[in-house]
């Protein structure tokens, strides 16, 4: 009953591959974010989408694509994987945007080989 | 644009022995919160600070907002192994609503 869910956890794949990464959340929630983890556990935010909307859009490689079916789904896409797209990526989820604690996924550690 | 500084990188301490952290954000913020990152976990929220001046406590940990809402520390008395992990602090704008992470402070407590 994971209140925020990623898949895959783990993914491993070549350099030029396009792979995206699942986040669903269960809370209600109507903002949702995505944050990549580097290898120094620096927490970078990505992308905020607020019902659907994409709100917040830092500057971040246009090969990674978020896309919201639904306010309980946040996807990301990335086409042409790079080395250095290597990382952990965190989704997370809130209640009425950032003014309240966001709950994290398990994360999805992403190796690019 | 908004910066929020986390010293130290680094912390190894005794079991027993006490454990700051501090967080300095580059503009006034409209809150502060703290999560705790367990070795191979995600971030889990602690706390939300909001009013300047602000203290508040949880059990071992206490966690203060400064005056001018532009700092904050974490602190945590007589740590215990598991207290280990990275300790993130994030704050948002007072115009912004970008949640925007602290690098982080890794704890490590020796037994």
């Known amino acids: 009953d994971t209140a925020v869910s990623q898949t895959p956890k783990y993914l491993v794949t070549q350099m030029g591959n396009d792979k995206s990464i699942k986040c669903e959340q269960n809370?209600?929630?109507?903002?949702m974010y995505w944050y990549k983890q580097d290898s120094k556990k620096f927490l970078k935010i990505m992308f905020s989408y607020n019902n659907k909307e994409l709100i917040i859009n830092e500057t971040v490689p246009n090969r990674f694509s978020p896309k919201s079916p639904d306010k309980a789904h946040l996807n990301l896409h990335i086409n042409s994987l790079e080395l250095g797209d290597s990382a952990v990526y965190f989704c997370?989820?809130?209640?009425?945007?950032?003014?309240?604690?966001?709950?994290f996924g398990q994360g999805t550690r992403l190796t690019v080989v | 644009g908004q910066q929020v500084m986390q010293i130290p990188q680094y912390q190894h301490v005794q079991e027993g022995e006490d454990f700051t952290t501090y967080c300095n954000s580059s503009t006034t913020l409209s809150n502060i919160q703290w999560y705790k990152q367990r070795p191979g976990g995600h971030p889990v929220f602690l706390i939300q600070?909001?009013?300047?001046?602000e203290v508040k406590k949880q059990k071992r940990l206490t966690f203060q907002f400064g005056e001018a809402k532009k700092n904050s520390s974490l602190h945590i008395t007589a740590t215990q192994t598991t207290d280990v992990g990275t300790y993130f602090c994030a704050g948002s704008g007072e115009y912004g609503n970008k949640l925007v992470f602290g690098a982080g402070t890794i704890l490590r407590v020796k037994s």
């Open positions: 809370l209600g929630h109507d903002t």
């Open positions: 600070l909001v009013k300047s001046g």
């Open positions: 997370a989820s809130s209640a009425t945007g950032l003014l309240t604690e966001a709950f």
